[in-house]
């Protein structure tokens, strides 16, 4: 079996390497390291999980161990599509660095362009930075791109789905042709074919295993659930949510809870606190010191439940983690074997919920058709009030019954019955989510509303913003079509 002392790596970093605690390469590694020591371009098809940061850092510290760097020229360059994997890619270069005398710029959104400046203008071996925020600085003049020796762009598909490729095209056109660029993308889209084909020269490719499949140490539940009404769905869930987190009680240790739009992760996490559940949201529209504080509680046990996007949660690198709540059916299927991976890690046990409502079902054959396999189906804990036949709308369910009446005295009295009016909600935030839950997205669909230097995570067409409801949704309340019934029958 290769070790990593197989690979060709300098001592320093073998060394780290040990102190970390591994001694056998993954896959990825001992495909990447040794063509990326050789100077080779490198085309890794990987995702997150599988080891292959330490598979550009390692062979990157080797190779800028000898050479200085210059003032406002890098001599290498990461690009990570998302602060958190910036920041974390820049971790693992203080790990395998020790020793080394390495110096490292982070150039994120939300961090203070001055102190970066000033990193950048004492010269930096490696620059570790989301597409937009080096831009912004190069913009500004601060920063000269010409002196990079190794490029590397993590997570190409991601970057794609935020609308970045175009960023990155421009960024590969201000290095030199003669750099080395090691490229990972957990998927070849053709648009991320095209770019490898452009800017990437004869590559060693190397592919790991696809993770369509999940792993054997997490199990799955599907919760399905039929709201009275469609837009009672939201507010179901978030009780169905807290009634598995009361049934599994202590052996829910901790859990990320995932939504497909940021404005359902705030109102999830606020449902949450609200009822007594340690929970905080992490999205691209939250302060930067907000969620490197969220996200370090979460790491160090202090905080329960990370309530996520997929986009601020994609390749975190949190271990340990007992369960996973896919509060909505994610909408694209690699999103489910991503979002499921953050538990089962490393050999240990994981259960992973999925909420569904009858409107996710095209999702759930997607990611079924991705799996290979139906999710099992798992009891619902939560009884809706409305099956102890005792609430407002099994009133109205009577009332449909009843002779009609004339359609000014029926949309009268429909209303009155409403239960959104004859019973107001009481429980004043979720009312107030309630209310957010049927608003569009506040972010325009297919634009960032500022990409310099705003959330670097945000891109055109980003997932996390969600589509937007037109009018009155799906849902159509049904005193207007009563009312338009009625006129019909008047009119004939
Ligand atoms: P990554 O895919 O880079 O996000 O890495 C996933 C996790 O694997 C991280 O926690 C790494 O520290 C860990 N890791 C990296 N290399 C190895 C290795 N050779 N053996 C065991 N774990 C590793």
């Known amino acids: 079996m290769t070790k990593f002392t197989d690979l060709g790596l300098g001592p ?13 390469p993954t896959p990825i590694q001992a495909g990447a390291i040794p063509p990326a020591l050789e100077g080779r371009d490198v085309l890794g098809i990987a995702q997150t999980g599988t080891g292959k940061t330490a598979s550009f850092t390692l062979p990157m510290i080797t190779m800028l161990s000898k050479g200085r760097a210059r003032a406002r020229m890098p001599r290498s360059l990461v690009l990570a599509p998302t602060r958190e994997l910036a920041a974390q890619v820049a971790e693992n270069f203080d790990t395998y660095a020790q020793g080394s005398k390495l110096t490292k710029a982070l150039l994120i959104g939300g961090v203070s362009f001055k102190e970066q400046e000033q990193l950048i203008d004492r010269g930096v071996d490696v620059l570790i930075a989301t597409p937009g925020r080096l831009l912004d600085h190069f913009e500004r003049g601060k920063l000269l791109l010409t002196g990079v020796q190794v490029m590397v762009v993590d997570e190409a598909d991601r970057m794609l789905d935020m609308g970045f490729i175009p960023d990155i095209e421009r960024i590969f056109e201000l290095t030199p042709f003669t750099r080395q660029t090691l490229f990972f993308s957990a998927t070849m889209a053709p648009e991320i074919e095209r770019i490898t084909n452009k800017f990437l020269s004869n590559p060693e490719k190397i592919e790991v295993e696809r993770q369509n499949t999940t792993s054997e140490t997490i199990t799955q539940i599907l919760v399905k659930h039929t709201p009275k009404r469609r837009d009672m769905s939201a507010k179901d869930k978030r009780e169905i949510l807290r009634a598995i987190i009361e049934r599994d009680a202590e052996a829910c240790k901790n859990a990320i809870v995932f939504c497909n739009r940021k404005v359902e992760v705030d109102v999830v996490a606020k449902s949450m606190k609200k009822h007594g559940l340690d929970a905080a949201p992490i999205h691209g529209d939250l302060d930067q010191s907000q969620r ?103 009133k109205e369910a009577a009332e449909d019954d009843k002779p009609k009446r004339t359609s000014r005295s029926r949309s009268r009295s429909r209303k009155s019955e409403d239960p959104q009016q004859a019973a107001p909600e009481t429980n004043a935030p979720d009312a107030e989510a309630e209310v957010r839950d049927a608003e569009p997205a506040r972010d325009a669909r297919g634009g960032r509303r500022s990409r310099r230097g705003g959330g670097d995570d945000r891109g055109r067409g980003g997932r996390d913003d969600g589509p937007r409801v037109k009018g009155l949704g799906d849902h159509v309340p049904s005193f207007i079509e009563m009312s338009f019934e009625d006129r019909l029958s008047e009119a004939g």
């Open 292 to 394: 490197t504080a969220t996200l370090n509680a979460f790491r160090d046990g202090s905080l329960r439940f990370l309530v996520a996007s997929d986009v601020a949660a994609r390749g975190l690198d949190i271990p340990d983690v007992s369960h996973v709540f896919n509060f909505d059916v994610p909408s694209h299927s690699e999103d489910y074997v991503h979002r499921i991976g953050r538990t089962g890690r490393a050999g240990k046990t994981g259960v992973a919920y999925t909420i569904a409502v009858p409107s996710d079902e095209k999702y759930l054959d997607g990611i079924e058709r991705l799996i290979g396999k139906p999710i099992p189906e798992g009891d619902n804990p939560w009884t809706p009030p409305g099956r102890r036949g005792d609430d407002a709308q099994e």
């Open 12 to 24: 320093k970093v073998l060394k780290a390497v040990e102190a970390a605690g591994y001694d056998t």
